[in-house]
């Protein structure tokens, strides 16, 4: 087990958010395989331990009381859809530029009609980036209410959709509104200005 990809999985997925059940904030362990979720993501690592198996463990090691989600039920034996034909790297380069500018935490991203949450499909990528298996990943698109699905050699994850108007992607930013950022937009807009650097803030600058 690489302690780096279960370091990511606390990180970006157990202790993130504040879950409804205290005992999310955990991995669940079992012999052959792990795994974390908020209920908006889930990542299904394939390496176990034999010690926790059956327990739900803290960052800091303590067992955590609560039975787990049975996450069999929530991860789509097949997907509807091929693998969409995108650059997974170049998308989460994009997520990670994005996610850094002011007011763009809640943002969403827009595939055709369904829209995703950047957060959330960041932090998956970040699980992925520590495997260094980002270049590996599938992802595919499910039916309006159903998980989308992310899969690489040793990792599985789903994301949970949202539901968008459709007539708010790619409209202009309304301050104090999360924006819908459709895929192409998101990518063009990275490839624009991404390389640009920031104005550095000038110290007293309301004294000019």
């Not at 520590?130 to 050699?153: F, H, I, T, W, Y």
């Not at 040793?154 to 708010?168: C, G, W, Y």
């Amino acid at each position: 087990m690489d302690k780096k990809i279960l370091r990511a999985m606390f990180k970006n997925i157990a202790e993130p958010g504040e879950p409804i059940r205290p005992n999310l904030i955990g991995v669940h362990f079992e012999a052959e395989r792990c795994y974390a979720t908020d209920t908006h993501m889930l990542v299904i690592y394939n390496r176990g331990n034999e010690k926790f198996a059956g327990q739900t463990v803290a960052f800091n090691g303590d067992i955590l009381k609560g039975k787990y989600p049975d996450v069999d039920r929530v991860v789509p034996a097949s997907m509807p859809a091929e693998a969409l034909p995108i650059d997974i790297q170049q998308l989460n380069r994009a997520l990670k530029w994005h996610l850094a500018q002011p007011a763009t935490k809640d943002d969403i991203i827009a595939f055709g009609g369904l829209g995703l949450f950047m957060r959330y499909l960041r932090n998956i990528l970040a699980v992925f980036e520590a495997a260094n298996e980002v270049a590996q990943v599938e992802m595919s698109l499910n039916d309006p209410g159903r998980p989308s699905k992310l899969v690489s050699e040793s990792l599985t994850a789903i994301i949970m959709p949202v539901n968008i108007d459709e007539e708010r992607v790619d409209s202009p930013r309304v301050e104090g509104e999360l924006s819908v950022i459709s895929y192409e937009s998101l990518i063009n807009d990275y490839a624009r200005n991404s390389w640009r650097k920031k104005e550095a803030a000038t110290e007293m600058g309301w004294l000019q």
